[in-house]
């Protein structure tokens, strides 16, 4: 295929003027000529057809052009790479301007014409690689004089392409007379100007009345004065030399990017992507700004620009008197509470918005599930949280606290202001994990008036830690597993044999289980009512909430856990307004469930309200007392399949023996009362601050590294263990077995591979 031509419009015997106000040349006078090239046109022979049509002397000639869309740079053809590239930036448009200087003749005015700067990398491109340069944006800056432009540092075209973000600065300084709103307006305009034309300047003065700037490099006359304009509040520049003579572009471009513009610069898409990297916010700054940024740099930039969008992590803490107030008054029946230590320093914090305390003692079962989460905001602290259980099985957050660290102490306070919230005559369970404060703290708050049931899932890890190095795997998988086995256990002959399977692997464990208070996880002995959950789990949707914000300010974070509190009582009161059954869909679909069982059981009266049921095994249910032998409608609030082959026989509605908490009634009452927005708080003036109530940041900061992440399930950690082929013993190989590796190969005891070793005592 034969090669695209385009015509090259070569003047000469003109000069180049330049534009006072943006800087841009034009050619004026001379004469034209068309000449045709193409990509396999060489230089050589694109001088000699001049030559003879200019009569212009070869080795004296030099031929420039501008790049598309920019009249601020020529650019220098001398060699066949050069006229290639020139070709490809052209190749769409049809023709291109071309200028010609000879030696003695016409020569262009170059002292008219602003050395250009760059803020690019030098970065060589090949002659085959394409440049899109024909945006009116695009500029390619240099470090030279237009007379001597080397072309092999042209970059790529991805990267002229998006260096536009930083050509769009050129003009942030235009001149004397120009004016800001304030002097840090002026200096954010500087750092701009500074990096689009690629040179670095200091301040001579830089206070509250004036600032004097000037180029970095020595004996360089570029310099800006500015100062307040007279009787108002503007900065107007009072003077400016515009002409450089240095190479400013020589100075590294990351030189210029200061933590605080890169935080400008980044903080809107941190808005959209807190989880934005600083790996990438170094990639990022590269390829639009051609700016080196180390890590650590990209990471303190986005410590500043989350704190301009968020606010100062020490503000918030100052802010909290007058965010407590503005919850209660925006949210009239809430309570939101704070106590600081002695120094002033903060404490803890509690707060439980009006509409969560109503729709839990209006429409939620009595059960709260007790968690924390650990937070990784600059003065750390622990999220303590208490998540009830709407009719249709969803996460009710009903309040939360921020404290300093998880202690007994703080678990005490909690509880207690918890009661204050949420006060009601029916006894309540809790669900929690296996820790003697909280235990000991709900007896001495709630009294006789609560359950207390352990988190299966911490109970687990514990038996697992405990066991750890003692038995093989698949011993441990089937301990774990008849520890849950005997925890969902319904009636206590089932408990008792679960437990009995626990102890023919390991007497040891059987103690441990006997020692582990089974009165509050097995359902069989458990006297509260936990409705099936058996772990602290249930509140993952809570807990996601807390990981999401855990690096914002207090006041922010809890401003953003009302936010997503607020959207999800109004999306659930919404949706709950279509449901036209009498109970929630999940607990609709359990009833069905049971009822389609109850159709092959055979129903026989015994007396009054008590009936025999005969199925896979014989259940005796009374109806009067919503109570069956096989313990699910007592555990679960929804009559088992026994008790709905009797209902039925009896031409009874199985909906009038479920739990009033799984109607859509009571789910309405649930999401009945709205969480209201909360102002923006205003930065607080120092004069009107009661001294007495000021309070300041946690002595305790966020340690250096990588957070710890927490350890995944009990079920799922159950890995294979390395096992020594020779002592049977875990945790290591033969190779690394200091028992046989000590022998001389005369025990026979330790030959054929016995366990000599005594088994250590499990404890709870």
């Not at 679909?589 to 129903?603: G, H, M, R």
Request: net charge neutral; charged share 25%; aromatic share 10%.
């Amino acid at each position: 295929m034969a090669a695209k031509k385009i015509i090259a419009i070569c003047q000469s015997g003109g000069e180049f003027v330049t534009n006072n106000e943006d800087g841009s040349l034009s050619y004026t006078g001379g004469n034209a000529h068309a000449v045709d090239i193409d990509e396999n046109t060489n230089v050589h022979a694109f001088k000699q057809e001049l030559t003879d049509t200019l009569k212009f002397n070869v080795d004296g000639m030099t031929i420039k052009y501008f790049l598309p869309g920019n009249k601020k740079t020529l650019i220098t053809v001398s060699k066949d790479k050069d006229l290639q590239r020139m070709v490809n930036f052209f190749k769409d448009s049809e023709q291109v301007e071309v200028f010609v200087v000879a030696e003695g003749v016409g020569a262009p005015n170059v002292s008219n014409m602003p050395a250009s700067r760059t803020t690019m990398s030098e970065a060589a491109l090949s002659p085959s690689t394409p440049v899109d340069l024909t945006s009116p944006h695009s500029q390619l800056v240099v470090d030279a004089p237009v007379d001597t432009i080397p072309l092999d540092i042209l970059p790529s075209s991805n990267d002229d392409k998006h260096r536009r973000a930083a050509t769009q600065w050129e003009n942030t300084i235009t001149g004397v007379d120009q004016r800001f709103s304030s002097f840090t307006e002026l200096r954010e305009a500087l750092h701009k100007y500074s990096i689009a034309h690629g040179f670095t300047y200091k301040y001579k003065k830089n206070d509250s009345h004036r600032v004097t700037v000037k180029c970095k490099s020595e004996g360089c006359p570029w310099r800006i004065y500015a100062s307040r304009l007279a009787t108002t509040q503007l900065i107007c520049i009072k003077k400016m030399n515009k002409n450089h003579t240095c190479e400013g572009a020589a100075v590294k471009a990351g030189y210029r990017a200061t933590r605080g513009w890169v935080g400008n610069i980044i903080k809107e898409k941190l808005k959209f992507s807190p989880n934005y990297k600083p790996k990438d916010i170094a990639t990022d700054i590269k390829r639009e700004y051609g700016i080196h940024l180390n890590y650590s740099q990209a990471w303190r930039a986005k410590e500043i620009a989350r704190e301009q969008l968020q606010g100062s992590y020490k503000e918030a803490y100052s802010q909290l008197p007058s965010f407590c107030e503005k919850i209660m008054e925006t949210n009239p029946g809430s309570l939101a509470t704070f106590a600081t230590k002695e120094d002033s320093s903060f404490h803890r914090l509690f707060v439980s918005f009006h509409a969560s305390i109503h729709g839990f003692q209006q429409g939620c079962r009595p059960l709260l599930f007790l968690d924390s989460t650990v937070l990784y905001a600059k003065y750390q602290g622990t999220l303590l949280a208490a998540v009830g259980v709407d009719g249709n099985d969803g996460v009710f957050p009903v309040a939360f606290a921020v404290v300093d660290e998880e202690t007994d102490d703080n678990w005490h306070w909690f509880l207690s202001e918890l009661k204050s919230a949420v006060s009601t005559s029916r006894p309540i369970t809790f669900v929690s994990a296996f820790q003697n404060g909280i235990n000991e703290s709900l007896s001495d708050i709630f009294s006789k008036d609560c359950y207390h049931g352990y988190c299966l899932r911490y109970l687990g890890e514990k038996l697992y830690k405990d066991l750890h190095g003692r038995f093989s795997h698949e011993a441990r998988r089937l301990l774990i597993q008849d520890l849950y086995a005997a925890a969902y256990a319904p009636k206590v002959e089932d408990f008792e044999r679960c437990v009995e399977n626990i102890k023919a692997i390991s007497p040891d464990a059987y103690s441990w289980v006997v020692r582990s208070d089974p009165d509050h996880w097995a359902n069989a002995l458990f006297g509260g009512a936990r409705y099936d959950h058996m772990t602290t789990n249930f509140g993952q949707l809570f807990r996601d909430w807390v990981s999401d914000v855990s690096e914002f300010p207090i006041t922010q974070m809890v401003d953003a856990l009302r936010g997503r509190m607020m959207e999800l009582n109004y999306t659930r009161r919404v949706d709950s307004s279509q449901w036209l059954t009498r109970l929630t869909p999940s607990m609709e679909e359990k009833l069905q469930d049971e009822t389609s069982k109850a159709i092959s059981l055979q129903v026989l009266h015994s007396h009054g309200s008590t009936f025999e049921v005969r199925g896979e095994a014989v259940d005796i249910v009374d109806i009067d007392n919503w109570d069956c032998t096989c313990k699910a409608w007592q555990l679960n609030g929804l009559p088992c399949c026994h008790a709905i082959a009797v209902l039925e026989r009896l031409g009874r509605s199985p909906y009038d023996y479920c739990s009033r908490y799984f109607t859509t009634e009571s789910y309405h009452l649930a999401y009945s009362e709205s969480i209201n927005p909360i102002p923006l708080l205003e930065k607080p003036v120092i004069a009107e601050v009661d001294m007495e109530i000021m309070v300041s940041p946690p002595p305790t900061k966020r340690p250096p590294g990588r957070p710890k992440m927490k350890q995944p399930d009990t079920v799922d950690i159950l890995k294979r263990q390395l096992q020594c082929s020779k002592c049977k013993g875990l945790g290591h190989n033969k190779k690394t077995c200091e028992k046989v590796n000590k022998i001389d190969g005369s025990d026979p005891l330790l030959l054929t591979g016995a366990v000599v070793a005594e088994e250590p005592e499990v404890t709870a």
